[in-house]
């Protein structure tokens, strides 16, 4: 009876070895997979409250304001009248995001042509996600927001 029961401990050795080798890098797989969707959901977040405060600036520099920004057709704004002071205030923003903001494309529209009060201004944010690890997607973030000029 003894010799089975060293014989068995012979034929498992090393058994638990290759079920913890098989186990964690199913557990590692999961952890890496959740970080990286984590990520992708935080820098979405980021550059949709980067497009909200670019909305924010745009609304408050208006034609009214001594640092318009913005088309006022027929006599556009002097000291910004592309918006580019609007797409200054986004990529500032999203730096928090934790990722290069090179890539990141910035468009101001204000869909009434002008930025009198209480004409519309709309930011979109478009960003091909980066991944940190090498990973089978590579989404392409897209936020939008818009508001009214009121000054």
């Not at 557990?27 to 970080?35: D, E, G, H, Q, S």
């Not at 990722?99 to 930025?115: E, K, M």
């Not at 201004?121 to 000029?149: C, D, E, H, M, Q």
Request: aromatic share 10%; proline share 7%.
């Amino acid at each position: 009876m003894r010799r089975l029961w060293f014989r068995r401990l012979r034929e498992e050795r090393g058994q638990a070895q290759v079920e913890f080798a098989l186990s964690i890098m199913v557990v590692l797989l999961t952890v890496f997979f959740a970080w990286e969707l984590l990520m992708a959901m935080y820098t979405a977040s980021v550059l949709a409250d980067a497009a909200k405060e670019g909305v924010r600036y745009a609304i408050v520099h208006g034609s009214n304001s001594s640092l318009c920004s913005g088309p006022n057709l027929p006599n556009p704004c002097a000291s910004d009248p592309t918006a580019a002071e609007v797409v200054n205030v986004v990529k500032n923003y999203a730096q928090a995001s934790l990722h290069d903001i090179s890539a990141i494309n910035v468009n101001v529209s204000y869909p009434d042509g002008n930025n009198d009060p209480p004409s519309r201004v709309t930011v979109t944010v478009t960003y091909s996600y980066v991944p940190y690890i090498n990973v089978p997607f590579a989404p392409t973030l897209r936020t939008k927001a818009a508001g009214r000029i009121v000054n």
